[in-house]
């Protein structure tokens, strides 16, 4: 109940942010005042087309998976949480632009401005894309969790009796290489979107615009694949429902399955809030550095 109850909260302050964003008629995509190069165009285009199949893979496992268990599964109630999480998204430019997302992609401006007390630079640059790692790919968090529970799979195959240091370091270590994989593809290979302000010592590529940080290498792995894997893992190896789960068996059929998609709601928009406040928090404290002078203008404009 508890977090469906905040599934409920997180809800009703989206709604209330949305309402105030959609009655300032401020919804319309980037001004393209920027030139892409062609092979560019065609990777945003082609990361747009392969996230669109994600996401229908995503809802499409937890349909099938739900229809199995005869109630909201664990994999769905996870989906339709990080479906509900994508708001949370001002929190990465509060005070800083702390990273931007590919203007040229389908993007709409950012409802961030219009979140009580958000004073982030440049509100009139501020956007979000819908299908290049923002929005609708907030979906795609799932991944981060289906990836490290491949590589914790393969651990315990190997080490069957793993005690729980061993436990503990292969889930950190894994959810670390779960968020290697998936965030290099989306930044190196994709270019759909940018950590602008990295402090560069700490970062992979350090001072060029597709520079990962290591500070959000450990936060991502932590936060969004560590922490819905881990409940379920500690849930599968006692033979327990998971966490968000217990004490549902008080309710009847017919309400069980939208407390746990409430409570999945609740559960990510803390793993997403997590991320979102300890990162930005965490380059500040390690010195961010000035945008890369290579930054290209359909990510942000240096002038």
Known sequence: MLWAAGGAVALGLQAAVFAR????????????DFAVPT????????????????????????IVQSRRERNVSWTAAIVIGSAFTFWLGFLSCWDRQYAAGNRYALNVTSWAPYVPGWHGPHPERQIDTLFAAQTFMYIGIIYWAWVQQLLLRYVFRCTPHSRMPRIVLSLLLSGLLADVLIEGVLLSGMGGYAYLTANRSWAVFGGHWY????????????????M????????????RTAHIFRGEER????????????????????????YWILTPLLVTASGPDPLPPDTPAWLWSLH
């Open 21 to 32: 964003w959609i009655a300032a008629g401020d919804i319309h995509a980037a001004p393209r």
């Open 39 to 62: 092979y560019r165009a065609a990777l945003i285009w082609t990361e747009q087309a392969l996230g669109l199949l994600l996401v229908a893979a995503c809802i499409a496992v937890a």
């Open 211 to 226: 520079q990962l940080p290591l500070v959000n290498v450990a936060i991502g792995g932590i936060t969004l694949a560590c």
């Open 228 to 239: 819905p894997t881990a409940m379920q893992w500690s849930a599968e190896r006692r033979g």
């Open 251 to 274: 309710f009847t059929d017919r309400t069980r399955p939208w407390l746990r998609a409430l409570a999945g709601i609740g559960f990510m928009n803390v793993v997403v809030a997590a």
